[in-house]
């Protein structure tokens, strides 16, 4: 039994493009919905995602301990998703040309933080 979930309030969204072999471009909209408290005793959170204009468009959801690791699981696993919808479609995903897709965040932390007074 699959368990259908509500998108809600939309917190994040990001139109990609779906690339055809022959070079069509179709649109593909990713969309996160506010992070909420699982309904299950627990005290775990989960967030609602959707997929739009690459195969099923059911509202699932990504689990964590709190609103945060919830909304990280669900970028991650949105990256994931959309993969494996674009191998499925035979497609090429594409955001700015960025590789990931722009959902991959790793930053290389010594070009963020200040240098450190001596």
């Not at 979930?5 to 994040?12: F, K, M, P, Q, R």
């Not at 960025?98 to 932390?109: I, R, S, Y």
Request: charged content about 25%; aromatic content about 6%.
């Amino acid at each position: 039994m699959r368990t259908s979930y509500e998108l809600g309030e939309t917190v994040a969204e990001r139109q990609l493009d779906a690339v055809a072999e022959d070079g069509r471009r179709a649109p593909v909209v990713v969309k996160i919905g506010k992070p909420l408290p699982d309904p299950l005793p627990g005290g775990d959170w989960y967030c609602p995602r959707q997929i739009l204009g690459l195969g099923d468009e059911t509202v699932e959801a990504t689990f964590g301990v709190d609103s945060l690791q919830a909304f990280l699981l669900c970028v991650y696993t949105l990256r994931l998703k959309l993969s494996q919808r674009a191998q499925d479609a035979s497609v090429q995903l594409d955001w700015l040309g960025l590789p990931d897709l722009g959902l991959k965040v790793d930053p290389e932390v010594q070009k963020v933080l200040p240098p450190t007074a001596s």
